[in-house]
């Protein structure tokens, strides 16, 4: 059993790393609460590991506990005053970061447009196109269906193209 066990508990952090981070993001909207409920889940499962009924959905079962995080501490930023996204610092950042080769507006670009959707569908963009999961695992880990997943990313990719396209013409 992986209880108590840091060294076995290790791959499964590795495997889940981005996965959970995505799902913080989309949640969230910024890398730096992300990182830290992402980092809070992990915790949580190592020390609640008796409590996965199926450890085969272990990863379903851990981007559980990042969504509840993630929306509690959402719920938690509303209560407190809040400062606009910046996209610049996010741009910077050294845990998602679009590839070198694009110019750092153009990062910026992508995080505002990513700022502007709808958290499910930044979730399921960032679990499809920086995780590459199936439309199958998307549904497994988000409780969507298939159809749902597949509906959902269509529109968050028309979405940040067309804010995209029209970022650039401004």
Known sequence: MLAGNREAFAPLVEKYRRAALACAIATLGGVSDAEDVAQEAFVRAFTHLNTCRDHARFGAWLLTIVKRLALNHARALRRRPTRP????????????????THAPSDRAALWRALGRLPAHQREVLLLADLEHLSHAE?????????????????????????????????
């Open 85 to 100: 996204l910046d996209p610049e610092k996010h741009a910077r950042s050294t845990a998602i970061h679009a590839s070198s």
């Open 138 to 170: 998307i549904a497994a880990r988000t409780g969507l269906s298939v159809f749902m997943s597949r509906r959902h990313l269509s529109d968050a990719r028309r979405m940040v193209l067309a804010y995209l396209r029209t970022s650039h013409v401004e």
